[in-house]
């Protein structure tokens, strides 16, 4: 019989995240800022809780997917956080994408309430969220890990589903995600502005490109976006700025330079001032585009 799981947080990826849940046979609990999604996931079948410590008191697996680091904090070390009622032996999945020194205090913090805390954040956006084939980047304990395997198995591939390291290992591993995809999604948009700008057909050009060495699901869906112009969000660009704000910050800790993400973090900067911050983060390629005089 599938264990009862705690979720937290039922936004744009949360909520596809637990209906798979449920939808795979496992109980849920469920809690998020936002109560319509809430009550959504109770109409499918899932129970409420008002708080994330009356969850705790429900579940030894409990998921979170909320926003950034304040917000894994408060739902977790608040003053109605999980960890005020957690129960001994407890897994918590941070799927959140964070800092990963934030990731490695709040494990040190689930310890100390005798509990287990994975960092396990995902890459593949709503699409991947809603069929359940996300990548998902784990750090922490391998036992833990292979306990919450089959958890991690419904939202994800399984084929990627990967144990990265230790604490802060996976939150590493998504930055270093967010760094590919943010200079793939540029060197795509030069591409089709120079496309553009040359009077060839940028569409026959993605295409021919998809068909080489150039592949990427980058080119692929932000590619398709882009030449359409609809930049609904499947990721906000709010969202992977705060993204690459955690990278530019574990850069410095590093004292590693990384001159194509700095250029990228400038036109993503850009992007924020132009207002795009709640579209989709492939909308970064129309500031390439403007910058081209391509509008």
Sequence with gaps: ??????????????????????K???????????????????SAGAARADTPEQMARQVTRLITMVPDSPDVELVLDGPHGAFRALQPGTIVIDMSSIAPAAARRLAARA???????????????DI?????????????????????RPILDVLGNPERVVHVGAEGAGQLCKLCNQMVIGGTLVAVAEALAL?????????????ALLGGFAQSRVLEVHGARALAGTYVPGFKTALYAKDLNNVMSTLAEHSLPAPVTAVVQQLLHATMAAGRGDDDNSVMAQTVFDLAGLH
């Design 1 to 22: 019989m599938p264990e009862t799981i705690g979720f937290i947080g039922l936004g744009l990826m949360g909520k596809p995240m637990a209906l798979n849940l449920l």
């Design 195 to 207: 496309a553009r700008k040359a009077g060839v057909d940028a569409g026959k050009v993605r295409e």
């Design 111 to 125: 310890r100390s309430h005798g509990g287990v805390m994975l960092d396990a954040p995902v890459s593949g956006g």
């Design 24 to 42: 795979a046979g496992h109980s849920l609990v469920v809690n998020s800022r936002s109560q319509g999604p809430v009550e959504e996931l109770v």
């Design 128 to 148: 991947g969220a809603k069929n359940g084939t996300l990548s998902i980047m784990v750090g922490g304990d391998a036992q833990a890990f292979a306990t919450v």
